[in-house]
């Protein structure tokens, strides 16, 4: 079976930075997954993606060295299944709040005897290989998220869950639920001293502790921090803040010539 690169690094002590999509594409999936990201997760919770468009965006993202991951809408094990089916070499999943919701996650991402996914991993034999029974349960990266004080109380019975990875903090979520404005960068102490436990309390447990962040700056803020695995801005934040910018350039640069211009016969 094809090795998950980002396990891999991870377990060797080394970072992992992650893409983001949103926009149901697989041209928009192929070239993020081209722009040297570690792996690329394909969100099915908080955009317009459908199944049939995340399918097509998996493929987009095999034909790269980019690992296929997806964000999934609820802790559904229908969907996980057909997810893993589909390709994807990683889940991350929302709104984990206690073991039961993280031992009912893993279970129907895991072949029995460690859990009860069904057999029929028709997409995923040819990206992982044709041995791709054999070490699914190795090879797939499964990351709760952490995002409500809930899942604070619970968070050493969470991390004990045979199976789990990592962790993955939603910031704003988590933000929300501390009565804190939603934001991917927290300044609110208390927001912080959470985050931080949360990535202590997984660290010490040998797991991967994961976050999202607002951009380059606070992913590498986090880095520094100690969290190993972080995702960026979605294509569709960053394609829109470009735009932005460029319109709010020549405007404002050009205010004189805009005048001239719309005189002019084109």
């Not at 926009?23 to 199944?51: C, K, N, R, W």
Request: proline share 5%.
């Amino acid at each position: 079976m094809r090795k998950n690169k980002v396990k891999e690094t991870l377990a060797k002590g080394g970072r992992a930075l992650n893409g983001w999509l949103h926009i149901p594409s697989s041209y928009s999936a192929e070239m993020t997954a081209h722009q040297g990201f570690d792996s690329v997760t394909i969100d099915l919770q908080h955009g317009p993606i459908d199944f049939a468009a995340a399918v097509e965006m998996l493929q987009a993202i095999s034909s790269t060295a980019a690992v296929p991951l997806a964000r999934l809408a609820w802790n559904d094990p229908a969907m996980i299944m057909k997810v893993l089916d589909a390709g994807a070499y990683g889940l991350i999943c929302p709104m984990i709040n206690s073991k039961a919701d993280a031992e009912a996650f893993v279970a129907a991402a895991r072949y029995a005897p460690r859990g009860y996914r069904s057999f029929g991993p028709n997409r995923a034999l040819l990206y992982g290989g044709t041995d791709y029974p054999k070490h699914a349960n190795t090879e797939i990266l499964l990351l709760a998220m952490i995002e409500t004080t809930k899942a604070l109380d619970n968070l050493e019975e969470i991390l004990s869950t045979p199976g789990l990875d990592g962790i993955y903090v939603g910031p704003s979520d988590l933000s929300l639920s501390m009565g804190k404005p939603p934001t991917l960068a927290p300044e609110d102490a208390s927001v912080l001293a959470a985050m931080e436990e949360v990535r202590r309390a997984t660290r010490a447990k040998g797991l991967i502790a994961g976050v999202h962040t607002d951009g380059a700056r606070t992913a590498i803020k986090r880095f520094e921090e100690g969290f190993q695995f972080c995702t960026l801005l979605s294509e569709a934040r960053y394609m829109a803040a470009a735009q932005a910018a460029a319109v709010r350039e020549v405007k404002g640069a050009g205010a004189g010539a805009a005048g001239e211009a719309s005189a002019k016969t084109y």
